[in-house]
């Protein structure tokens, strides 16, 4: 599965690669031109081109996945279901368990899409620590 990493200047983007130790603070899933992300307030589809207009630092890589169509239908089930901001606001702590079913950070998307798709990377109890710098480092 195509994945895109992306960072700004913003204060949020900074304090997250701060909280996380990554050089990260967002990724999405790429299908073609479309990415799906989960960015506030809810899980989207945009295009590349917006992406990397939004993160202007950003790259590209691939995280191996068993079967990327399912994979991919999860992704897009996803949309329109609300952004996890709890999730980013726990960062910091980390001894707390913020993990949502009915809400999406964004690197929980593609973590889980690819467990839908048949590869799992991290048991059910850590899908909530899995940060875009974890997601950077499982991908090629």
């Known amino acids: 599965m195509k994945l895109i990493f992306g960072a700004s200047h913003r204060p949020g983007s900074l304090l997250l690669q701060l909280f996380t130790f990554s050089r990260w603070s967002h990724v999405g899933m790429v299908y073609g031109e479309e990415v799906i992300e989960a960015r506030f307030p809810r899980v989207r589809v945009t295009t590349v081109a917006e992406f990397q207009a939004h993160y202007p630092r950003w790259e590209f890589a691939e995280l191996p996945c068993a079967d990327e169509a399912v994979a991919e239908a999860y992704a897009r089930s996803r949309v329109g279901r609300l952004y996890d901001i709890g999730g980013l606001l726990a960062f910091p702590f980390q001894n707390r368990d913020f993990e949502s079913s009915i809400r999406d950070f964004c690197s929980e998307l593609p973590i889980r899409a690819a ?5 799992r990377y991290v048991r059910e109890q850590s899908l909530s ?12």
């Open 115 to 119: 467990a839908a798709g048949g590869t």
């Open 129 to 140: 620590r899995v940060t875009p710098g974890v997601l950077y480092d499982l991908s090629s």
